[in-house]
């Protein structure tokens, strides 16, 4: 398309057609989350792991009706990347990691190690250990990690396939708290760099693009507005627009005022009249 | 299309199918200007009145292949809209209104009284006093404002058919300064609102429709880009993507942290896994 | 004081030794105002008129015990600025105005038309005209104003004494909203600039004056306070240190880091050690 | 002084009668700092460790007329806090601490891991390591580090006697990028907080301490302005205006106005006329 997209977005030799990466929580229903996540247009999407009594009903959720995400992203062509939120240490976060490429056919993750169950900040000392440990058990690694330009390059380093800064504390939709920081972040890295956490509307996700973000991870902003599809259809154009933005070389910010239309040689009465370029 | 442009855009009983308003000045060409109007989508657009000292060639120019904005806008079906740019009083702002009437045949026109040619703020007293005059000739008049309320509410009840407050200064790219100020303005129009002026990016526009604008106006955000027409894509998205965010209902803003992926109940070492809505 | 005060903050030849004027509103009691006040080192305190249904106790009210705010004003040595806060109307403001003068034996007068009893922000076309009967009259005329620099030069052009734009709303305590306006204003002015609404706790009291302010003004941040006295003493340091920064001419902004110890040279284990500059 | 520094600054058991911390580097002369740091109020400074050629001309650089900070501070009677600035690892910022403290004969260190000489944003990896090494040796440690709140409760953890966060990158004077990590930290750590970098003038610090900072750091804001003198005068003020604030209870902020002075009953004609509270 004319304009975006442009430049394909990879991720470990993967490319996906949409920049839009989604969340899974908060969904009202399953119903309410198909619909958000078709008109999002996203080709990636998060699951979080969790542990469940019962055996799942059958070996192919889909052709089972097995009202899971697991079973909607199949019957989306939607690729699942598990995430390990609600990991609390090195050691739960790199086991949930390898449960979940078990559970998932996938060696894909989006690591979270989070500090606690106030900020859910990232611990990122834990982080860069466990992105550490899963990169060397053959992972592909995309880290969730706070703004520091330090900790997003230390993540590359040890091999992660991209890194994902917060905007802002997960949840909140208080948007880019530190837009230095991401513009930092993304002219430095060499992997994709996705904004993921504090997304709460369009102009947030047109921003983390025009800061030279690969691309937006987000979740609550679409699964709690008040209409869902209509926000994820926003979204799909917000980051669309951020990135073509980003490419089309918007013209310096000036301190002073520049007239765009001429202020001499103007209309006088009795002359002949035209329009001006 | 679903999730924008689901009430019309309407100025004066004229239905427009683009919320962008564009302006034409800065353009490096004829031809630059028609490819970025094109990807753009609008639908309305200014154009500056100017002294010819030759007549103009013909009673149709685009037949004529009249190498002007005025004929390029009649070829693609565009409404012009004349304003009456580097008017600094009163009586020249009217008399450039009243020649562009006549000279482009429509009675609407941008309305600009512009203090001065440092600045190029309006003029607000000298505005709501030529904004009066022309709506009593018969004009359908679309101010150029700052981001006073209290203006904006004067203007609109002298009679204007929208009011269309500036970001930042012209030209600046420096995109809302005062968030609250338009918000307001938005919020206690009967008319629509049109942010005019400032916008430098693809998020500001967003914003601009976030904060309950009706339609944004901007010029040489794309004229001047590096790749305008690539420019006038990304603020077609922008203005649609924050229009829709606004529709969609984003979830208000937290102070605090708020899990998206369940924190409790998670992966255990030999439990069966599924994946967590 | 060395670095502070060292140009005299002058209106209309009379010369202030502080530059932060207090308003009178929302106090508790006049006992806690008159601590607050002492506190505040201020030498001009506005003082809203209102109409008292018994006539007043004495014709002098300080050696009367009268427990009103000018009583306690003229106790304490500080120059009454009369306000027409709650006049909606050029009239209403003409009106109290010229009443204040035989009421309060004093030319001065700050000046308010007030748009509505909602948003409480000027009605600029209804100020302009009402300080431009006023200075014809002989008074000497303290506008409070938007933010907007054209407005505020009109203010100056007609006569005003001084101009006092708002930084955000009346009592909102949100700062201010729009700081290249305010800088704007006050380095195109050739009165004192005062910064008068908005201020919500000392760091903006001081970015108004770094931005170029001659004073500030204001009420409720200090009257409304937990500790008033303790927040009257801050601003007090706080108007004195951003006056004192504006004259000592920071360093510029810069976008990337510079090191302010040498990074080169440094110490290596067996070597001489002294401390760097 | 009433309404400033009533609670005592404490460190480590050390109680110092100013909230400003100073830094040597940038200054012109050191007479200039001289001058600048009695302005300022300081009772701690910090100085870089550099490596020199020549021995020290004496064994009492004060007495000798040795033209160091170290003679000058001593002079001044002000604590002076040896940095480990330009150490890139840990174990040169260890050694440096370690022979700090033997020259310099105090434990006490302001620890610095650079993660490059680009950015000089801490690594905080190996931050905390140092930081954990030194303390366990015995030092005081306050540590230089970004604003990420977790990191900040790992380097309290460890056992530092501070935390010193940063508002913007050394040098940059871009003030307080993210107040909310800011004020995050100051609300949950029971050692002091200092802020540390990126003052660029007086307002940036009283915006520090309204954030509940327990005290600012700063250097090339005072020691690169045109006067440096008056900005140090400025800084004092603001600290303490600034802390004074936080103590006194701001009112909440408002989005809509407030009135101050009544708005009902009101100046008539012919009324009797008094001043309201």
Same mark, same amino acid.
């Given at each position: 398309?004319? +304009?975006?997209?442009?430049?394909?977005?990879?991720?470990?030799?993967?490319?996906?057609?949409?920049?839009?990466?989604?969340?899974?929580?908060?969904?009202?229903?399953?119903?309410?989350?198909?619909?958000?996540?078709?008109?999002?247009?996203?080709?990636?999407?998060?699951?979080?792991?969790?542990?469940?009594?019962?055996?799942?009903?059958?070996?192919?959720?889909?052709?089972?009706?097995?009202?899971?995400?697991?079973?909607?992203?199949?019957?989306?062509?939607?690729?699942?990347?598990?995430?390990?939120?609600?990991?609390?240490?090195?050691?739960?976060?790199?086991?949930?990691?390898?449960?979940?490429?078990?559970?998932?056919?996938?060696?894909?993750?989006?690591?979270?190690?989070?500090?606690?169950?106030?900020?859910?900040?990232?611990?990122?000392?834990?982080?860069?250990?466990?992105?550490?440990?899963?990169?060397?058990?053959?992972?592909?690694?995309?880290?969730?990690?706070?703004?520091?330009?330090?900790?997003?390059?230390?993540?590359?380093?040890?091999?992660?396939?991209?890194?994902?800064?917060?905007?802002?504390?997960?949840?909140?939709?208080?948007?880019?708290?530190?837009?230095?920081?991401?513009?930092?972040?993304?002219?430095?890295?060499?992997?994709?760099?996705?904004?993921?956490?504090?997304?709460?509307?369009?102009?947030?996700?047109?921003?983390?693009?025009?800061?030279?973000?690969?691309?937006?991870?987000?979740?609550?902003?679409?699964?709690?507005?008040?209409?869902?599809?209509?926000?994820?259809?926003?979204?799909?154009?917000?980051?669309?627009?951020?990135?073509?933005?980003?490419?089309?070389?918007?013209?310096?910010?000036?301190?002073?005022?520049?007239?765009?239309?001429?202020?001499? +040689?103007?209309?006088?009465? +009795?002359?002949?009249?035209?329009?001006?370029?």
């Amino acid at each position: 398309m004319l +304009g975006t997209n442009d430049t394909p977005f990879t991720i470990a030799g993967t490319t996906l057609g949409s920049r839009l990466v989604m969340g899974t929580g908060g969904a009202a229903s399953l119903l309410a989350l198909e619909d958000a996540l078709v008109a999002s247009g996203t080709e990636l999407t998060t699951v979080a792991m969790r542990r469940v009594s019962r055996p799942r009903p059958s070996a192919d959720p889909a052709a089972a009706g097995d009202p899971s995400v697991w079973g909607l992203l199949e019957r989306l062509g939607i690729r699942a990347l598990p995430n390990t939120a609600g990991c609390f240490s090195v050691r739960e976060a790199v086991l949930t990691a390898q449960l979940a490429r078990e559970a998932c056919a996938t060696n894909w993750v989006k690591l979270e190690v989070i500090a606690d169950d106030v900020t859910l900040l990232p611990d990122v000392i834990g982080l860069v250990e466990a992105a550490k440990i899963l990169v060397d058990d053959g992972f592909t690694v995309l880290p969730y990690t706070n703004d520091d330009p330090i900790t997003a390059r230390r993540l590359e380093d040890v091999g992660c396939a991209a890194v994902m800064p917060l905007g802002s504390p997960i949840g909140s939709g208080l948007g880019i708290a530190n837009p230095r920081n991401i513009e930092a972040i993304a002219g430095a890295a060499s992997v994709p760099v996705i904004l993921d956490a504090g997304i709460g509307t369009a102009s947030d996700a047109a921003l983390a693009m025009e800061l030279g973000c690969d691309g937006v991870l987000l979740a609550t902003a679409v699964t709690r507005a008040a209409d869902p599809v209509r926000m994820a259809h926003a979204m799909r154009l917000a980051v669309e627009a951020g990135h073509a933005a980003a490419g089309a070389g918007r013209p310096p910010r000036r301190e002073r005022a520049l007239a765009s239309s001429p202020v001499g +040689g103007l209309v006088a009465v +009795g002359d002949n009249l035209d329009l001006a370029l």
